[in-house]
């Protein structure tokens, strides 16, 4: 597990954060209360920068652009899990602090699926 982290620590850095980010509380701020999409805008940027942050430690543990279903398992599968877990922790262990939500995991998964096809055509092109 210790090699793991220290292998990914960028996406490791990036989970942390997340989970810190969606265990805390909201603040009422005015600005964002007039923009209804903000907080799923932020549920797509969050999971989006996830899995590219996966694509980039992949590419520099490895030091190669060949993709496998491993791969693809970490750059999607495991964001998308990730983001399911959080919004049930959301909904039943924070006391009303926070409330899990199906739209939120949508957004998580769209982020995922931007991560995935930036990380993928985008990234990829990069380095080759």
């Known amino acids: ?13 990036a989970y942390v954060l997340i989970f ?27 999971y989006g920068v996830l899995s590219l942050c996966v694509w980039w430690d992949i590419y520099h543990v490895r030091r190669t652009l060949d993709f496998d279903y491993k791969d693809l398992k970490r750059t999607t599968f495991y964001p998308i899990i990730f983001g399911g877990i959080m919004e049930i922790v959301q909904r039943y262990c924070t006391f009303g602090v926070r409330n899990g939500d199906w739209l939120d995991f949508i957004a998580n998964t769209i982020g995922v699926a931007l991560g995935f096809i930036i990380g993928f055509f985008v990234l990829r092109k990069l380095y080759a």
């Open 20 to 46: 810190i980010a969606s265990m805390a509380p909201v603040p009422d701020y005015e600005p964002l209360r007039r923009f209804d999409l903000a907080d799923k805008w932020a549920h797509i940027v969050m």
């Open 1 to 13: 597990m210790r090699n793991y982290l220290n292998a990914y620590k960028t996406s490791s850095l």
